[in-house]
């Protein structure tokens, strides 16, 4: 009988400790933001940097905006889940970057009390 408890702690432990990992898009290379320059950069350096961003906005007459995210979720049984996320948004006025913002965030796994 102990050894069927044992066995199924270590069975419950082994399934909730394997949550897969999930990611959402890409993560962005901070180092490839000195390859842009605001005023001379266009469309096709950024997609060449970045890829294909996730969403296009129209701002309005001449102006878009390509948003790129990223999210990693690991999550663990015995912690908060770890998480990364990163929002980069590129503006465009007749196809050259006015300006770009890279916000990053991140939660590093704590034990739960």
């Known amino acids: 009988m102990k050894w069927i408890s044992l066995i199924t702690v ?4 082994f399934v909730f400790g394997c ?3 999930v990611i959402e898009g890409r993560k962005i290379d901070s180092a490839k933001l ?3 320059s605001i005023g001379q950069t266009n469309k096709a350096k950024v997609e060449e ?3 294909k961003p996730a969403k296009v906005e129209s701002v309005s007459a001449g102006v ?3 948003i790129y995210g990223y999210r990693k979720t690991d999550p663990e049984w015995y912690t908060i889940e770890s998480t990364q996320k990163q929002d980069f948004e590129v503006w465009f006025q007749d196809g050259i970057v006015q ?3 890279l916000r990053s ?3 590093a796994a704590v034990l739960k009390e």
Do not use: D, N, R
């Open 64 to 66: 878009e905006k390509y």
């Open 19 to 21: 949550a897969p990992t």
């Open 49 to 51: 940097l970045f890829g």
């Open 105 to 107: 965030e991140g939660q």
């Open 99 to 101: 300006y770009y913002k």
């Open 10 to 13: 270590v069975m419950v432990a």
């Open 34 to 36: 000195s390859q842009m």
